[in-house]
């Protein structure tokens, strides 16, 4: 009969057990042969990063790992904040629903009231839990199994998008251990790899910007693996660690395109590092009117190539971006629209830290931007810092200012590394004049990072007259210019380019050791202040 079933069909004989089998056997061989396949792609593309590229990155998440044995739990700024953020999207499946409610589990007050937390921060002369009494009432406490599920109510970290703590949620499943510390532990390792991550991104742009001098390379990334606020924060749960890479991977993405061809696959990887960035952290938002300029720049480069191809090139970037941000943009207006406070992030982010006393006026936010940066001008009307900034906040700062900003190096450290400054500016205004001839022709692409460059320092300006005035405290910190750390490589290449190029590379190599002596300082420093 039609359509009627085989003996074999009917009964389920072996002989149909055994072509399901086969059948299932196939599928999962094809899935392991695709699996295969791209874990070979992955390695050739590995093997194509040169060799000083590799170690760089194994050396900086080695110093990055060992600064994470030595700060101890939740001295990292805001770590506390992070760790929340982390544990309510593991345990719960969704970011913090934000609200005045207690910010953080029953588990992590605990462990934070034990570790004598909120006596040591701000407090350069308390110390955390030395003695093995006050480990064994730790441990006794956390022993009696909180509960990791918070409330998640409000912190300063949850406006912010979900997809650093959703990659922290990561190895927190996965650590062998349900005790706070260990799975803290664990999630420090992620942030490790994160900064490891960036300085290979650094190198990676070097080695596009001078690909003649393979010296410079290794140089410009390890100034970086080692200095010692971004090694400081790569050592805690902080989302600011994939905002760094992913605004490095921004400006390497771009810079590899001016140089190489603006291709489908460049444009994918544009958009895909973009939308990343953007889902990190909003102070991303800041860098994308210099990253749309710079592709319009490299659709205009391309029109050789056929008008049609550049601006399909140039949406296949902007349809990468706006898939995942959209959707992301569409699900928090959706809870806002059902009354109840955003799912970290962008639809309440405009609306925080405004005054008391109501909008900010355009003269104030104006001469705050100026004065952040640049001397005061007589006739502004607003008198906002008692010291000049670009000292005190931003090169003090990134020598070091460690902690919840409350120990410090001795007071001619940060003399002497302000005249080490002016002799490494002096240099790298000379080694800029010797390699002008190569990066000339890249004059277009680095107006557009500095574009870039200067929507980050407005977007601070912008969020620190208002955090200051409706709080009274300073909102600056030297870590929030660190999204353009590529460029402080780019800065310790040209200082040792300034001597010439037979001595170029021994001076580079010089300048590696002396930021290796200060990072070897810093922790130092942090060992005497949190167990000296």
């Not at 069909?9 to 055994?18: L, V």
């Not at 170690?55 to 904040?81: M, R, S, T, Y």
Request: hydrophobic share 50%; charged share 10%; aromatic share 12%.
């Amino acid at each position: 009969m039609k359509g009627a079933l085989s003996p074999s069909e009917a009964t389920g004989s072996p002989q149909a057990d055994g072509q399901g089998a086969r059948s299932v056997s196939d599928r999962l061989s094809r899935a392991g042969g695709a699996v295969a396949a791209w874990l070979r792609r992955v390695a050739a593309w590995l093997r194509r990063i040169p060799r000083a590229g590799r170690v760089c990155f194994a050396i900086a998440f080695v110093n990055a790992a060992i600064w994470g044995l030595v700060v101890p739990p939740f001295q990292v700024p805001d770590e506390i904040a992070h760790f929340g953020y982390v544990q309510y999207l593991a345990q719960t499946g969704k970011p913090p629903p934000q609200g005045p409610r207690p910010p953080y589990s029953a588990q992590e007050q605990l462990a934070l009231e034990n570790l004598n937390f909120f006596t040591v921060i701000g407090r350069p002369q308390m110390r955390v839990i030395l003695t093995s009494a006050e480990d064994r009432v730790l441990r006794a406490a956390l022993a009696t199994h909180p509960s990791p599920v918070g409330e998640g109510g409000a912190t300063p970290i949850t406006n912010q998008p979900p997809l650093y703590y959703a990659l922290e949620a990561i190895p927190y499943w996965l650590s062998p251990s349900q005790d706070i510390l260990t799975r803290l532990a664990f999630m420090r390792l992620l942030s490790a790899l994160l900064a490891a991550c960036t300085v290979l991104a650094v190198f990676m742009f070097l080695r596009e910007l001078f690909p003649g001098s393979p010296w410079a390379w290794p140089v410009g990334a390890l100034a970086v693996a080692f200095q010692p606020t971004f090694a400081f924060l790569a050592a805690g749960v902080q989302g600011d660690n994939l905002l760094f890479l992913c605004a490095t991977l921004t400006f390497l993405m771009l810079l590899r395109a001016y140089r190489r061809g603006f291709t489908t696959r460049r444009a994918v990887a544009i958009g895909a590092v973009v939308a990343a960035g953007a889902l990190a952290k909003l102070t991303f938002i800041a860098l994308l009117p210099g990253v749309g300029l710079a592709l319009l720049l490299l659709t205009w480069r391309t029109m050789d190539s056929g008008r049609g191809t550049a601006l399909k090139r140039l949406a296949t970037s902007l349809v990468v971006v706006a898939i995942p941000v959209a959707l992301y943009a569409v699900l928090n207006a959706a809870v806002w629209h059902r009354g109840g406070p955003t799912a970290g992030g962008i639809a309440g982010a405009t609306n925080s830290a405004l005054p008391a006393g109501g909008a900010v006026t355009l003269n104030q936010t104006l001469d705050y931007i100026w004065e952040l940066y640049l001397p005061r001008l007589w006739f502004m009307h607003h008198a906002y810092f008692a010291e000049y900034p670009l000292w005190s906040t931003w090169l003090n700062g990134s020598i070091g200012h460690f902690g919840w900003l409350d120990y410090t190096f001795p007071a001619w450290v940060y003399t002497d590394g302000r005249y080490l400054l002016y002799a490494l500016a002096a240099l790298a205004l000379g080694g800029l004049v010797r390699v002008r001839r190569g990066i000339r022709s890249m004059v277009p692409i680095f107006a557009c990072f500095a574009v870039m460059a200067l929507g980050l320092l407005g977007a601070i300006g912008y969020t620190g007259i208002r955090y200051r005035l409706s709080t009274g405290y300073p909102f600056e910190q030297a870590r929030y210019i660190f999204p353009l750390v590529a460029f402080l490589g780019v800065f310790v290449v040209l200082a040792a380019r300034g001597v010439g190029r037979r001595w170029a590379p021994a001076l580079g190599g010089a300048l590696v050791v002396l930021a290796m002596a200060h990072g070897l300082f810093a922790e130092t420093l942090t060992i005497s202040r949190y167990y000296g």
